[in-house]
């Protein structure tokens, strides 16, 4: 049959009601974590970890978010320990003391292979010790008395270390707060090839003695050979020639693409350390610059604020002192520490590093 006129002039369907859109939930992506951040532990709980390794006549306990340690006589002592994702060759530990009484505290670095250790603990007088051991205990290697870090009952204290083996060489570099360097220690070993744990430390000088610690901040930089990134043996490179010295990597802060720690000596005439940060940009090299805390002038410093590639100024630590500068050709901030506050040896370092006559 033939199809009809109708047929094709039918009014079309009428369409369905189509449904609202559906909103998609904006998603913000979470910042990245800083490079080399191995972990955190703002609150201690049972999950976080760590562990007591030994103790005489000492207990460790977790409550309230601090892993808190007690001492019941004199050279009372306890270790507890953190394993770590993965073997580093430099560590940098950092953490929120409390302490009431008279004794030690402080941080280690270990290597689990041959269960030693090497670390630092402040003392309560203001003294700081260097120590080494293992799983029975430890052992003084160098003392720095007057430090002028006396340690006040109930006070918090942000206390960090930074372990550096490199070939046989141990750097240990004990800080305050989370820039002011306090005391170097330099060792040649043969029993740690990396750190791979790292631990906390207290003995008692008087009971009763007691320490609480939390808001733990580990980092570790080129894994357990030390190597570093390209821009910063370049950075490295740019000095080594003009300042002998052992260079490592470390975990850039603000705006910095890059840092670098340069070991010069433990002790003697002169800095001890040399540290540099690279930036992208002139601007964001002055912004970090200006934010540095400055305004401690070196006693018996002239005082000045400019040399021809950039601004330099003299600044007072906790433990001598240090010359900060930029250099605009490179964009670059450095800064020499000399902890026995010989401005006019940290001058001579500096116009050395820069080529002043």
Not at 111 to 130: E, I, K
Not at 234 to 241: G, I, M, P, W
């Amino acid at each position: 049959m033939a199809a009809t006129l109708a047929a094709f002039t039918a009014p079309p369907p009428t369409p369905a009601a189509s449904a609202p859109p559906i909103e998609t939930p904006s998603v913000t992506a979470s910042p990245a974590p800083p490079p080399g951040l191995l972990f955190t532990d703002p609150e201690i709980d049972a999950s976080s970890g760590w562990n007591e390794l030994n103790a005489k006549d000492a207990a460790f306990s977790i409550a309230n978010g601090r892993l808190s340690s007690t001492y019941a006589r004199k050279g009372s002592w306890a270790y507890a320990v953190h394993e770590l994702p993965s073997p580093q060759a430099v560590v940098r530990v950092s953490g929120s003391f409390t302490s009431s009484g008279a004794g030690y505290f402080g941080w280690l670095c270990g290597d689990s292979s041959t269960g030693r250790y090497y670390g630092a603990v402040p003392q309560t007088d203001g003294s700081l010790v260097f120590i080494a051991g293992g799983y029975d205990g430890v052992k003084p290697l160098e003392r720095y008395d007057n430090l002028n870090v006396a340690l006040t009952d109930g006070q918090t204290t942000q206390l960090g270390l930074e372990c550096v083996i490199d070939h046989g060489r141990l750097w240990l570099e004990v800080f305050l707060g989370t820039a002011d360097p306090i005391a170097v220690h330099e060792e040649d070993v043969t029993d740690v090839a990396h750190f791979d744990v790292i631990g906390m430390y207290g003995e008692s000088l008087q009971p009763p003695f007691a320490t609480a610690v939390d808001d733990v901040t580990v980092y570790g930089m080129g894994g357990s050979t030390g190597a570093m990134s390209l821009p910063a043996a370049a950075l490295a490179t740019s000095v080594v020639d003009a300042t002998p010295a052992d260079c490592v990597e470390d975990s850039p802060t603000a705006s910095a693409v890059v840092e670098v720690d340069c070991f010069l000596q433990d002790e003697g005439a002169g800095p001890e350390l040399l540290e540099l940060a690279q930036y992208r940009d002139p601007g964001q090299m002055q912004s970090a610059f200006d934010a540095a805390n400055g305004a401690q002038q070196c006693v018996g410093a002239t005082p000045r604020a400019a040399w021809q590639n950039g601004a330099v100024r003299c600044v007072g630590q906790t433990v001598g002192v240090r010359i900060e500068w930029t250099d605009g050709r490179s964009i670059v901030t450095g800064a020499l520490v000399d902890f026995d506050g010989d401005v006019a040896a940290t001058e001579i370092a500096w116009r050395a590093l820069e080529g002043i006559d």
